[in-house]
């Protein structure tokens, strides 16, 4: 994602304002600000492509950690518990969270050429 008015590639989640920013978040259109120009623009945090594949709610991030299902919390977190669904944490925000949907295999594959 880049900043439409400056190009940069340097901003952060902008809260959400008026009626029109909560419709456009149900279709997956977030709102951001840039931290160098101030712009604010709504953009998908996660591209469509990677839809299926686990991520990030809060910053649409695919780089996640796989840990154990105790560290993630929530109200359904016993359910998920139960059920044996796979808890993640994302690297750069530190989202703790559960997911069904498969790692990607971008990120797959780089986690196993650090590892070697």
């Known amino acids: 994602m880049i900043c439409p ?7 952060r989640r902008s809260h959400r304002r008026h009626i029109v920013d909560f419709f456009a978040s ?3 259109y ?11 623009f709504r ?24 840990i154990s299902p105790d ?3 929530g109200l359904t977190a016993p359910l998920w518990r139960a059920l ?6 994302c690297i750069p925000c530190r989202h703790k969270f559960f997911s ?6 971008d990120v797959e594959d780089t986690e196993y050429k650090i590892a070697s």
Do not use: Q
């Not at 008015?5 to 901003?11: I, K, V, Y």
């Not at 953009?43 to 796989?66: D, I, W």
């Not at 069904?100 to 295999?105: A, G, T, Y």
């Open 71 to 73: 560290l993630a919390s």
């Open 100 to 105: 069904v949907l498969p790692l990607s295999k």
């Open 30 to 40: 977030i709102p951001w600000r840039c931290s160098h120009c101030s712009k604010r």
């Open 84 to 89: 044996g669904v796979p808890a993640f944490r």
């Open 43 to 66: 953009s998908r945090s996660t591209p469509v492509a990677n839809l299926l594949c686990a991520h990030c709610s809060v910053c649409g991030n695919l780089e996640l950690k796989r």
């Open 26 to 28: 149900l279709l997956g």
């Open 5 to 11: 008015a400056c190009n940069s590639t340097d901003f």
